[in-house]
């Protein structure tokens, strides 16, 4: 079994250009979370999917970051103008059901870094 | 709101001697806990998790975690390390409620020396 597949698995890029990152989760996993980590830290929840509804997205700096997830499927999480904070780890997590009672399993991440 | 502290940033163990990596929490009631490995380039695995029950949890690997709610810990232990168990190990909370999200701890950085 597939497990959760990210894309680029490394990114550079000068501040201000646009960045996006992709996700594939797990065939059958309804729930879809977007985590950023920063270098010596744990990840930190940006953004939660429940099918195609985002039930979570509290932590997301809304200003520059929006998230999509079509179809209840893959997702898109993109990041507009990228400022030199924004470097970090981005990962992706899907589950069968919530949280709370369910494992999430990440992809290997998309690392980030800005010029 | 719920936190989780990871006091030790890097241990250094011999192969083959013990480990215990401690995980203390911060919640009005008993959360969902819960062990991820992170090996280098690779993605977060999950170790063990701690529902309800029994206190002593069997994990993957040969780890186990045993929850104290006296001292809100949740302290993961393996009798005998590997050197392929240097990596890095987070401890996360979640509320005992579907539908919350993991809240991660910074972490602890394992090296194992020969």
């Known amino acids: 079994e597939a497990g959760v597949v990210q894309s680029p698995r490394y990114k550079i890029i000068e501040k201000k250009q646009p960045v996006a990152f992709w996700c594939n989760p797990i065939s059958g996993h309804n729930t879809l979370y977007w985590y950023r980590q920063n270098l010596g830290q744990g990840p930190e929840l940006l953004i939660r999917y429940e099918n195609e509804e985002a039930v979570d997205d509290s932590q997301l700096p809304k200003d520059r970051f929006s998230a999509e997830r079509l179809k209840g499927v893959d997702s898109t999480l993109k990041i507009q103008p990228a400022e030199l904070g924004d470097s970090a780890v981005y990962l992706c997590?899907?589950?069968?059901?919530?949280?709370?009672?369910?494992?999430?399993?990440f992809g290997e991440g998309s690392r980030l870094t800005v010029l | 709101a719920q936190s989780v502290t990871q006091p030790d940033i890097h241990i250094t163990v011999s192969e083959g001697a013990s480990l215990e990596l401690r995980c203390n929490y911060s919640y009005g009631a008993t959360p969902y806990l819960f062990w991820y490995v992170q090996s280098p380039g690779q993605g977060l695995q999950l170790l063990l998790k701690y529902f309800s029950g029994d206190t002593l949890v069997q994990g993957i690997k040969g780890f186990e975690a045993e929850f104290k709610r006296s001292q809100s810990s949740f302290n993961l232990r393996k009798p005998s390390v590997h050197w392929s168990d240097a990596a890095e190990y987070f401890c996360?909370?979640?509320?005992?409620?579907?539908?919350?999200?993991?809240?991660f701890g910074k972490g602890t950085t394992l090296s194992v020396s020969s």
């Open positions: 997590a899907s589950s069968l059901g919530q949280t709370a009672t369910g494992e999430l399993f």
């Open positions: 996360a909370v979640a509320k005992p409620i579907a539908g919350t999200a993991l809240i």
